[in-house]
């Protein structure tokens, strides 16, 4: 070992006597271009980025339709507790559609969406092939469910359901990291999360976000004669988030569900746009009286 420092020093020596100290000159200008490349490369980066040029747009993990737990019409538990956010994650979104119904189906599942609303049936269809999907990752899901009249889930008393299912969910206790839906009969629905519990708002915005709407007879998910009504299926009412059964008569215009989509939000930082997980089917719950 002591032979080869020696070697090394007598290399290192003989090499700067015999011309290093000659290229001091270029070895200055090859530094000044280092110091411009460690400049200009984070600035191209920040540039590519805003032209949305990069490739490394995050991967926002989706809940996993097996962690959806359905019961009957009226249940639904979102198992939240081996989800791990990316640090990118923002929080989770749900989109919700009202479908009238002449069909009384107290298990909704996908083999009989088509008897309850023919288009329930078509949009289930359309978003299906997203669910726990690795070729669908990326999608803009906001177009994909809002180009279907989807709408973004509100809560009632003034709670913000961004910051309600946002990354405060995850600094509760493990057990916590649940969402329980319930739609029991003669009460208004709602998400519970440990001892909190929300009452589900519909939404009140057009897409794009002004002028509001006024859904009758009011924000609450209840079946109502006045959100059955047809006259109230108009642009400024309830047509924005309900959809009709074409071809039954006034008489049998009777049950009302919801489809509730989830899927989680995060912020590209090189883009500062959102981007969507996949979705998961919370449920097509059947709304109370």
Same mark, same amino acid.
């Given at each position: 070992m002591y032979k080869r420092m020696r070697l090394f020093q007598n290399f290192s020596f003989w090499n700067s006597y015999l011309g290093f100290r000659a290229c001091?000159? #270029?070895?200055?200008?090859?530094?000044?271009?280092?110091?411009?490349?460690? *400049?200009?490369?984070?600035?191209?980066?920040?540039?590519?980025?805003?032209?949305?040029?990069?490739?490394? #747009?995050? *991967?926002i993990e989706p809940v996993p339709q097996a962690d959806?737990?359905?019961?009957?019409?009226?249940?639904? #538990?979102?198992?939240?507790?081996?989800?791990?956010?990316?640090? +990118?994650?923002?929080?989770?979104?749900? *989109?919700?559609?009202?479908?009238?119904?002449?069909?009384?189906?107290? +298990?909704?599942?996908?083999?009989? *969406?088509?008897a309850i609303n023919p288009v329930l049936h078509t949009n289930f269809n359309q978003i299906y092939p997203f669910i726990d999907s690795d070729d669908h990752i990326g999608q803009n899901m906001h177009n994909v469910f809002t180009g279907m009249n989807f709408r973004y889930l509100a809560l009632a008393g003034g709670y913000n359901i961004d910051e309600v299912l946002g990354n405060a969910l995850f600094s509760r206790p493990l057990e916590e990291r649940r969402l329980e839906f319930e739609f029991g009969t003669g009460q208004i629905p709602f998400m519970r999360i440990g001892s909190d519990v929300f009452s589900l708002w519909r939404a009140i915005n057009h897409l794009g976000g002004t002028p509001h709407f006024t859904p009758y007879p009011d924000r609450f998910f209840r079946n109502t004669d006045d959100l059955r009504n047809t006259e109230n299926l108009i642009a400024d009412r309830n047509a924005p988030d309900v959809q009709d059964r074409a071809g039954i008569a006034a008489i049998d215009r009777n049950f009302t569900y919801v489809a509730m989509f989830i899927v989680a939000v995060g912020l590209d930082p090189a883009t500062f746009s959102s981007v969507f997980s996949t979705p998961a089917l919370i449920h097509v719950f059947q709304l109370p009286d």
């Amino acid at each position: 070992m002591y032979k080869r420092m020696r070697l090394f020093q007598n290399f290192s020596f003989w090499n700067s006597y015999l011309g290093f100290r000659a290229c001091s000159e #270029t070895n200055r200008v090859l530094g000044q271009a280092r110091l411009l490349k460690l *400049f200009l490369i984070p600035l191209a980066a920040l540039f590519m980025g805003a032209c949305g040029l990069l490739v490394g #747009t995050p *991967f926002i993990e989706p809940v996993p339709q097996a962690d959806v737990e359905q019961s009957m019409g009226n249940l639904a #538990t979102v198992d939240l507790r081996n989800y791990s956010p990316h640090p +990118a994650f923002s929080h989770f979104a749900i *989109f919700y559609r009202i479908y009238i119904s002449d069909i009384l189906e107290m +298990a909704p599942q996908p083999v009989n *969406f088509n008897a309850i609303n023919p288009v329930l049936h078509t949009n289930f269809n359309q978003i299906y092939p997203f669910i726990d999907s690795d070729d669908h990752i990326g999608q803009n899901m906001h177009n994909v469910f809002t180009g279907m009249n989807f709408r973004y889930l509100a809560l009632a008393g003034g709670y913000n359901i961004d910051e309600v299912l946002g990354n405060a969910l995850f600094s509760r206790p493990l057990e916590e990291r649940r969402l329980e839906f319930e739609f029991g009969t003669g009460q208004i629905p709602f998400m519970r999360i440990g001892s909190d519990v929300f009452s589900l708002w519909r939404a009140i915005n057009h897409l794009g976000g002004t002028p509001h709407f006024t859904p009758y007879p009011d924000r609450f998910f209840r079946n109502t004669d006045d959100l059955r009504n047809t006259e109230n299926l108009i642009a400024d009412r309830n047509a924005p988030d309900v959809q009709d059964r074409a071809g039954i008569a006034a008489i049998d215009r009777n049950f009302t569900y919801v489809a509730m989509f989830i899927v989680a939000v995060g912020l590209d930082p090189a883009t500062f746009s959102s981007v969507f997980s996949t979705p998961a089917l919370i449920h097509v719950f059947q709304l109370p009286d």
